[in-house]
């Protein structure tokens, strides 16, 4: 008996070259995903780091200085505020030492030094974030190890967009004071350790605030270093992933969103038709909102009496002043800076 099977026909070319392509097994879940969103986070698409000056390149208010007392206090490295209960000895540096080898390339950082046993060092991120795990990560070094150690968040949604109201430790925020996961590894003094922390937002997150609390035996001299900080969101990890470098002239452009300085306002005019008034406008990099801008002074004036800010906004600042002479003026020595931190 004969038995007969038919089959359809099919390019054997076509076939050949559907198993060459190198798909993979990261290929194949790609091809399943439903949005373009999802594609980005599996492939890891983006800035990663929701942390602005991670690895502090950018010093616009000075590399040295005592930080003052009381809350969310700017006085260090962009983006970064301490909070200070009222030691006034309290002193943040730019860091140059050797922070290669186990670190990865970074070459600067931040230290905290001081006369209270606790030293307070964190930054308010703007949101509105996903929901969802977060790991929050830094590179730190102790000269003397810490009685305790913590690495907070802010943990619940937050009452209006960016609302960081009293936040170091203020009123209306659920605080959470958790330690590294790693802390049993910090056992040493001038060692650099990586240490994480691994937590989860709710929704809607409209903002996100972090800081790093080390509290030492009543020490006054004790010293923080820091570098390489880093917040990214996770998906089924449990630690931080490499720290994600940018160049210096995007992180100047992100700093430049909360802080400026304008070493000096150079020009000059005649009176206006009238009046004894001339004024000076100049575009700024655009803000978050519309800074709080107090004059900086670099040398003597000329020409004028009394000066002030007009007509500000996100991106443009106006300085109206007073004329002294018959004919005209020469605005030359003072420059400003404008804060629209959150």
């Known amino acids: 008996m004969t038995v007969r099977v038919n089959k359809n026909s099919f390019n054997i070319r ?62 260090s490295a962009d983006r970064w505020f301490n909070f200070n209960a009222g030691d006034t000895t309290s002193q943040i540096d730019l860091s140059s030492v050797s922070i290669g080898g186990v670190t990865g390339r970074f070459r600067y950082g931040m230290r905290v030094s001081g006369g209270q046993s606790s030293r307070i060092l964190g930054q308010c991120i703007e949101g509105p974030l996903p929901a969802g795990d977060y790991i929050f990560s830094a590179w730190v070094r102790f000269s003397e190890i810490p009685t305790n150690f913590y690495m907070t968040h802010n943990s619940n949604a937050l009452i209006g967009e960016n609302n960081f109201a009293g936040w170091y430790g203020g009123s209306g925020v659920s605080i959470s004071y958790t330690k590294p996961d790693n802390v049993s590894e910090v056992s040493q003094t001038g060692v650099w350790y990586h240490v994480y922390k691994k937590f989860t937002a709710v929704s809607p997150h409209l903002g996100l605030g972090i800081a790093f609390q080390p509290l030492f035996a009543g020490s006054t001299s004790a ?8 917040v990214e969101r996770v998906e089924n990890i449990t630690k931080p992933t490499e720290f994600e470098h940018r160049s210096y002239g995007e992180e100047l452009a992100l700093c430049q969103r909360y802080f400026q300085r304008v070493g000096r306002v150079r020009g000059s005019g005649n009176r206006d038709a009238g009046s004894n008034h001339c004024v000076f406008s100049q575009n700024i990099p655009t803000m978050r909102a519309t800074p709080n801008c107090t004059f900086v002074t670099q040398g003597s004036d000329y020409n004028f009496s009394g000066k002030q800010f007009q007509n500000l906004n996100e991106s443009h600042v106006s300085v109206l002043v007073n004329i002294t002479t018959a004919d005209s003026y020469w605005y030359y020595n003072h420059g400003y800076e404008a804060d629209a931190e959150l």
């Open 223 to 230: 010293t923080v270093d820091i570098t390489g900080v880093q």
């Open 14 to 75: 076509e076939k050949l070259s559907e198993l060459e392509r190198p798909i993979g097994l990261k290929g194949s879940e790609l091809m399943k995903l439903d949005t373009v969103q999802e594609a980005r986070d599996l492939v890891s698409a983006g800035r990663k780091n929701m942390i602005i000056n991670g690895d502090f390149k950018i010093w616009q208010r000075g590399t040295s200085g005592g930080v003052g007392t009381g809350n969310r206090n700017y006085k």
